[in-house]
């Protein structure tokens, strides 16, 4: 497969894939129909529940990245009604093409559910929390419902890809590093800080290197969106430090990241989808194990 038919097959034009180039992030409205959502969207909301249900916890006896949102990752894994979803061959069609590649391959898939009253996500860029050793990669938020101001939207810094910037930002302060907030930083304070609201049926798609953060939920109603991260065909292990999939896959830092918890995601070269790794990770974030 080419770039070209990357692009044909994602439905995106060149003007979008320069946009995202440029911003570092990107806006396709009405990239998924009603029908495929409320499906998708019935099959993570069984994931999501399934993974919490031993969690009874009221919002103040979480930690503070659990207040933040509910993390499910790796539902492709363990849920056969996910696995289309995040193989999608029209959404990792579009990844290839942001990426401007010819081959692409899953890093994760997570659900992240803020709850009513959840707090703001802090502002953070994805590629410090993965240990590969470039940012070839692309995320995409996909709500489950409209998502405006207050109700848990997405902002992004744009141009911050191309900031330089690749500072760790310890969402939730989980690792008890210090805190710091990336957008005072003297390299993106004159960037603009871009809320985008995000009508179903939209899919929003951001660079590994994108500064983001989301809005607390203040609304009564739990914000239900479905996450992937892709990434260019031929990224290595970075570092060593514990990271659950690479170790799983016995990948060693220098190896590539190929093992079957990391399978190419486009093109599928049957119809048939990736195989999911026999061993599952935890329930969510950092909390709860999966049964054997």
């Known amino acids: 497969m080419s770039y070209q038919q990357a692009l044909q097959e994602s439905g995106l034009t060149q003007a979008q894939v320069d946009q995202y180039a440029a911003d570092g992030f990107l806006r396709v409205e009405n990239f998924f129909t009603a029908d495929e959502l409320a499906a998708y969207g019935k099959a993570v909301d069984a994931g999501v529940a399934y993974r919490t249900s031993d969690d009874h916890r009221a919002m103040g006896e979480k930690n503070l990245y659990e207040q933040t949102f509910v993390q499910c990752m790796r539902l492709w894994e ?8 995040v193989f999608h061959q029209k959404l990792c069609a ?10 692409v391959r899953l890093w994760h898939d997570q659900a992240l559910y803020k709850e009513p009253g959840g707090r703001q996500t ?36 744009q141009g911050s890809h191309i900031s330089g910037i690749t500072d760790f930002a310890d969402i939730g302060h989980l690792h008890g590093g210090d805190k710091f907030n990336l957008l005072d930083d ?17 899919a929003i798609f951001h660079h590994a290197c994108t500064i983001h953060c989301a809005d607390a939920n203040n609304t009564d109603a739990t914000r239900r969106v479905f996450t992937m991260a892709y990434m260019a065909d031929g990224l290595k292990r970075s570092r060593d430090e514990a990271y659950f999939a690479l170790d799983r896959d016995e990948h060693k830092t220098g190896e590539l990241v190929n093992g079957p918890g990391h399978p190419v995601a486009w093109p599928l070269e049957t119809d048939a989808l990736p195989l999911p790794p026999v061993e599952r990770g935890p329930k969510t974030g950092f909390s709860f194990d999966m049964p054997d």
């Open 78 to 85: 363990d849920r056969d009604d996910v696995r289309p979803f």
């Open 94 to 103: 579009a990844a290839a093409a942001l990426l401007q590649t010819d081959r």
């Open 122 to 157: 802090d502002a953070h860029l994805d590629y410090p929390f993965w240990p590969i050793n470039k940012p070839e990669a692309v995320s995409v938020w996909i709500p489950f419902q409209d998502v405006a101001a207050d109700g848990g939207r997405m902002s992004y810094v």
């Open 186 to 202: 003297e390299r993106v304070a004159a960037m603009p800080l871009i809320g985008v609201d995000a009508p179903l049926g939209s």
